[in-house]
T-cell receptor, first 114, second 111 residues
Framework: GAGVSQTPSNKVTEKGKYVELRCDPI?????LYWYRQSLGQGPEFLIY????????DSGLPNDRFFAVRPEGSVSTLKIQRTERGDSAVYLC????????????FGPGTRLLVL | KQEVTQIPAALSVPEGENLVLNCSFT??????LQWFRQDPGKGLTSLLL???SQREQTSGRLNASLDKSSGRSTLYIAASQPGDSATYLC??????????WGLGTSLAVNP
C-alpha cells in the first residue's frame, strides 16, 4: 500500500485480557516506531525498530508491553493483562534511514480497556 | 531531558489571516524537527521536516523556520483557510530518532 496501515482501527477489551495491534509500514522503510497518544496529549514514544531489532525500547511503560518485527516489515505490539490506563490511540510510523528521515504515520488503533 | 512546548494552545482566526505557531525545545542537540497536522479522530500528517543543519522549509502556504541555538521553531501559515482547522504538533528527534512532542496548537479558521 501507499501508506502505513494499522489494524484493527478500534479495539475494545476487558481489563486483564491480552491484545495485539498490527502495523504494516511503508514498503522499503527500515525504521518503524510505535507511539501512543492519550486524549489531549501529544504522542508518547514507546519503541523504535531498525530492521528486525529493537533499537530503543525505553518508552515501553512496563513488562506487560512487548513488540516484535520478525521479518523487518510488519510489527506487532502486544499488551498483556490490559489495564484501564492502557486505553489510548496507538500510533505506528515508519521512515527511511538517511537524510532527514520523515516519519510517516498510520491512522492509529484506538484501544479501549473496560 | 528534552521538553517541547507549543504556544498558543489554541488559536481562532478569521479566514485569510496570516498566522504563526510557535514551538520551543530545551535541548538544542536535535537531529531534526517535524511539524504535523492532526484532524479530530485521525492520524498524523507530516507537513514539514527541518534537518538540524537547515534554517527553514517551505511547502505551499506553509513555511517552517528553525533556530536551533535558541531552541525555537515557528510554523507560518499564509492566507489561512477553513480547511486549515486542525491541531498542529511540533516534534523533535535526537540521534536516537525517537520524536519528543509538544501538546499542540488547536487552530480554528472561521469563514
Amino acid at each position: 500500500g501507499a501508506g502505513v496501515s494499522q489494524t484493527p482501527s478500534n479495539k475494545v477489551t476487558e481489563k486483564g485480557k491480552y491484545v495485539e495491534l498490527r502495523c504494516d509500514p511503508i514498503s522499503g522503510h527500515t525504521a518503524l516506531y510505535w507511539y501512543r497518544q492519550s486524549l489531549g496529549q501529544g504522542p508518547e514514544f514507546l519503541i523504535y525498530f531498525q530492521g528486525t531489532g529493537a533499537a530503543d525500547d525505553s518508552g515501553l511503560p512496563n513488562d506487560r508491553f512487548f513488540a516484535v518485527r520478525p521479518e523487518g516489515s510488519v510489527s506487532t505490539l502486544k499488551i498483556q493483562r490490559t489495564e484501564r490506563g492502557d486505553s489510548a490511540v496507538y500510533l505506528c510510523a515508519s521512515s527511511l534511514v538517511g537524510e532527514g528521515e520523515t516519519q510517516y504515520f498510520g491512522p492509529g488503533t484506538r484501544l479501549l480497556v473496560l | 531531558k528534552q521538553e517541547v512546548t507549543q504556544i498558543p494552545a489554541a488559536l481562532s482566526v478569521p479566514e485569510g489571516e496570516n498566522l504563526v505557531l510557535n514551538c520551543s525545545f530545551t535541548d538544542s542537540a536535535i537531529y531534526n524537527l517535524q511539524w504535523f497536522r492532526q484532524d479530530p479522530g485521525k492520524g498524523l500528517t507530516s507537513l514539514l521536516l527541518i534537518q538540524s543543519s537547515q534554517r527553514e522549509q517551505t511547502s505551499g502556504r506553509l513555511n517552517a523556520s528553525l533556530d536551533k541555538s535558541s531552541g525555537r521553531s515557528t510554523l507560518y501559515i499564509a492566507a489561512s483557510q477553513p480547511g486549515d482547522s486542525a491541531t498542529y504538533l511540533c516534534a523533535v528527534s535526537g540521534n536516537n530518532r525517537k520524536l519528543i512532542w509538544g501538546l499542540g496548537t488547536s487552530l480554528a479558521v472561521n469563514p
